[in-house]
T-cell receptor
């Protein structure tokens, strides 16, 4: 069974632009979560989706948004990029959300210049 | 809010020996889950072991075991017979069981584990 797939693996954007990251969960998994990883703040929870509904959102500004499609694939969007948004963005899927074990992808490395 | 603290930024161990990584957490909840994740240079977070707070028995997975002390809010990871492939960043994480755990994982800052051949 294929694992969690995140595209693209690397991305370079300029301040003020917007970016969309994609995540394909493991087949059969209905929940997708997103995390931001930076050297300074570590790993921080962004949001979690289950059956196309956002269940919760971490402490991030409204510039960070996401959605989940009927096939469980998810996208994350960051608008008006700032230098501080440079990070590794990790997506994780689980069978039914909640406390089901998370399976992570390899992440998308976003660099904002 | 819950916090997770890993007090060892870096640990080094000889191949085939045993190493223990420390983790403490702060919470007012009684029902929760604790995890250890491994992140090798490939960046993919891999679940090493999972502990349910209401279970007194310490979880084990082959060479990996935990020492879960609920009263002390401590959750250490022991790696026995260390192998070169164990070299990675190790993250301790907490997840509330309330509300179905929809708040996501709270991670510690991580411990960089070095295996000396």
């Amino acid at each position: 069974k294929a694992g969690v797939t995140q595209t693209p693996r690397y991305l370079i954007k300029t301040r003020g632009q917007q970016v969309t990251l994609s995540c394909s969960p493991i087949s059969g998994h209905r929940s997708v979560s997103w995390y931001q990883q930076t050297p300074g703040q570590g790993l921080q929870f962004l949001f979690e989706y289950f059956s196309e509904t956002q269940r919760n959102k971490g402490n991030f500004p409204g510039r960070f948004s996401g959605r989940q499609f009927s096939n469980s694939r998810s996208e994350m969007n960051v608008s008006t990029l700032e230098l501080g948004d440079s990070a590794l963005y990790l997506c994780a899927s689980s069978l039914k959300g909640g406390n089901s074990p998370l399976h992570f992808g390899n992440g998308t490395r976003l660099t904002v210049t | 809010a819950q916090t997770v603290t890993q007090s060892q930024p870096e640990m080094s161990v000889q191949e085939a020996e045993t190493v223990t990584l420390s983790c403490t957490y702060d919470t007012s909840e009684s029902d929760y889950y604790l995890f250890w994740y491994k992140q090798p240079p490939s960046r993919q977070m891999i679940l090493v072991i999972r502990q349910e707070a209401y279970k007194q028995q310490n979880a084990t997975e082959n060479r990996f075991s935990v020492n879960f002390q609920k009263a002390a809010k401590s959750f250490s990871l022991k790696i026995s017979d260390s192998q070169l492939g164990d070299a990675a960043m190790y993250f301790c994480a907490y997840r509330s069981a309330d509300g179905g755990g929809a708040d996501g994982l709270t991670f510690g800052k991580g411990t960089h584990l070095i295996i000396q051949p």
